[in-house]
C-alpha cells in the first residue's frame, strides 16, 4: 500500500511539473510508474521477516531516490 501511495504522489507532482515544464514532469511521472511497477515485479518479496525488510528497505531507498532525483529537476528546470 504504501507503494501506491507513494506512485500516486509522484504521479501528481508529475502532473503539476508537466503543465509547465514538459521534460521534468515526463521525468517525474516515470519515477511514479517505476514506484509502482516495483512490487509487481518482485511479488514474493516481504512473505518472511528477512524479506519484509529487505522490502521496507527498497522503498525507503526507491523513495528517496525519486525524491532526489526530483528535486534535481526541479531545481535545474529554466523558468
Known sequence: MA????AISFAAAGAVILKSHLVPGLIVLGLGLITWMLPRLFP???????SRQRRLLLVTITVTAAAV????????AKS
Do not use: F, I, K, Y
Not at 3 to 6: G, H, L, N, S
Not at 69 to 75: E, I, N, Q, Y
Open 44 to 50: 514474493g518479496l516481504g512473505t518472511q521477516n528477512a
Open 3 to 6: 507503494w501506491t501511495r507513494t
Open 69 to 76: 532525483v526530483a528535486l534535481g529537476v526541479a531545481l535545474t
